[in-house]
């Protein structure tokens, strides 16, 4: 069996980042077994693993709860956000200096936190989010202070079609000329799915501008469905 470190480092960053620059997501499939998923699900009852608990009604989020992971992060989700930020880091370098941003990232995790403890973004943004029969969140996206990071993953800890029905992570490009444009995804259990935050770079005929995009999830039918975001800046609250 594969350590997670392992399945990182195999996973096919080239095709990744033509993905990421080319449609703005990119998914990577088995990169969970069913035990994490497992485990991570039945964590989800923990109340000392969390800083904070969202009922997302409340909030006019959509239906469902989530949950704000405390620091330290379990072991598995603390080597997925520094790993797989080095491999992004790149990516997000390159669509900063298309669209002429004068900004870059730094390639080590640890140094991109410090950052963001300068400007008090110091609390932990990774969440696990639970819907049941009804559930959906509606399109938004994860910007927690002045400081982010351009490209989040959440990870799939159920099968669709099988464990729930409905609940398709929905990403909506909104083109600065035309309507927005919907993108289904219905990515298997223990994949993780990489996506824009804010923009991404799209290529005009003067150049590349920003592609706006957000994220939710459509109404679960039937059954049960948790996933886990890991987004690589820290809050301010
Ligand atoms: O439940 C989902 O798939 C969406 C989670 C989400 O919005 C996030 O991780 O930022
Ligand atoms: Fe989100």
Redesign the pocket.
């Known amino acids: 069996m594969n350590t997670i470190e392992e399945k990182i480092s195999s996973a096919d960053w080239q095709r990744v980042t033509e993905d990421m620059h080319e449609r703005g997501y990119a998914i990577i499939e088995n990169m969970l077994t069913e035990k994490d998923c497992a485990e991570l699900i039945s964590g989800y009852q923990h109340p000392d693993s969390y800083r904070k608990t969202v009922v997302m009604e409340r909030y006019r989020f959509g239906i469902g709860e989530y949950k704000y992971f405390n620091y330290p992060l379990p072991a598995l989700i603390q080597t997925i956000r520094t790993a797989v930020y080095s491999h992004l880091a790149p990516i997000a370098n390159t669509w900063m200096r298309v669209l002429q941003i004068g900004k870059q990232y730094p390639l080590v995790h640890e140094e991109f936190l410090s950052l963001c403890a300068e400007q008090q973004q110091t609390k932990a943004t990774v ?1 696990i ?1 639970k819907y049941g029969q009804g559930g959906f ?1 509606t399109l938004h996206q ?1 910007l927690y202070g002045d400081l982010y990071f351009p490209i ?1 993953l ?1 990870l799939f800890l159920n099968e669709p079609g099988r464990d729930y029905e409905g609940g398709e ?1 929905v990403l909506t490009q909104q083109n600065p000329r035309a309507q927005s444009k919907a993108i289904v995804l219905k990515p298997r259990k223990g994949s993780m799915l990489l996506f824009t935050t804010n923009f991404r770079p799209s290529k005009g005929s003067k150049g590349y501008y920003q592609m706006k995009m957000k ?1 939710g ?1 459509s109404e679960v039918h039937q059954g049960e469905r948790y ?1 886990v ?1 890991v ?1 690589f800046h820290d809050a301010l609250t």
Do not use: R
Request: glycine content about 8%; proline content about 0%; cysteine-free.
């Open positions: 969440l989010l969140n994860d989040q959440v992570f994220h999830v996933a975001g987004i």
